[in-house]
């Protein structure tokens, strides 16, 4: 089974820290690993993605993820907040279930940037 | 860009309804997913869609069903509203391609349900 652990439902940063939202992983096959952002009121949107291949991915609006198989782990890093990048991010895996391929979200990580 | 709406981003209903909720998107996908969002609990899928007329029950298929005539649309119905339906339900779509994409998922922007 393929699951999700994300490590603090909220962080807080000052504008201009750095930003690290963590993402532990479980599956049982090469998993494809997402990260997503939930601006407020708004639906999902995909930051970036690790599917096969270098295990440094960069994403939109500056955000870079790294795969490490050996910790399990994909976390979300950006160099230095914004007070735009205040939302919820999720981390999510492939799952194998029923007909469709799909994907095991974490519960989330609200993130808070300070002035 | 793919496009994914949801019939309303507000709605306030009475216990005991029948609710429908729709998704609409306009990227020709075979796969089409229905989550709920409550804090603290992330998504969890309700029901997916791999085809017209196909379904399968997600982790919380309770309270809920599904309809899909169309392959753009794709409908939530709660047979008779509760309370503890109260949520954000979010829609998304994705394609039935070999591969990562495959995995990839579309959303819309929710829809906000308070049942009174």
């Known amino acids: 089974a393929q699951s999700v652990t994300q490590l603090g439902s909220h962080v807080s940063v000052s504008e201009g820290a750095l930003v690290l939202l963590r993402c532990n992983y479980s599956s049982s096959v090469p998993p494809y690993l997402f990260w997503y952002v939930q601006y407020p009121n708004q639906g999902l949107q995909l930051l970036l993605k690790?599917?096969?291949?270098?295990?440094l991915v960069k994403g939109i609006n500056g955000f870079e993820a790294e795969f490490k198989k050996s910790e399990t782990s994909f976390h979300l890093t950006k160099p230095s907040a914004h007070m735009s990048d205040a939302a919820e991010y999720f981390c999510a895996v492939r799952t194998f279930s029923g007909s469709a391929r799909q994907l095991t979200f974490g519960s989330g990580t609200q993130l808070t940037v300070l002035p | 860009d793919v496009k994914v709406t949801q019939s309303s981003r507000y709605l306030v209903k009475r216990t005991g309804e029948k609710v429908f909720l729709e998704c609409v998107q306009d990227?020709?996908?075979?796969?089409m997913f229905w989550y709920r969002q409550d804090p603290g609990l992330g998504l969890r899928l309700i029901y997916f869609?791999?085809?017209?007329?196909?379904?399968e029950k997600g982790d919380i298929p309770e309270g809920y069903s599904v309809s899909r005539e169309k392959k753009e649309r794709f409908s939530l119905i709660l047979e008779s509203a509760s309370t503890n339906q109260t949520s954000m339900y979010l829609c998304a779509s994705s394609t039935r391609s070999p591969g990562p994409p495959s995995y990839e998922q579309y959303f819309g922007p929710g829809t906000r349900l308070t049942v009174t």
């Open positions: 990227m020709d996908h075979e796969n």
């Open positions: 690790y599917t096969t291949g270098a295990t």
């Open positions: 869609s791999y085809d017209v007329k196909m379904k």
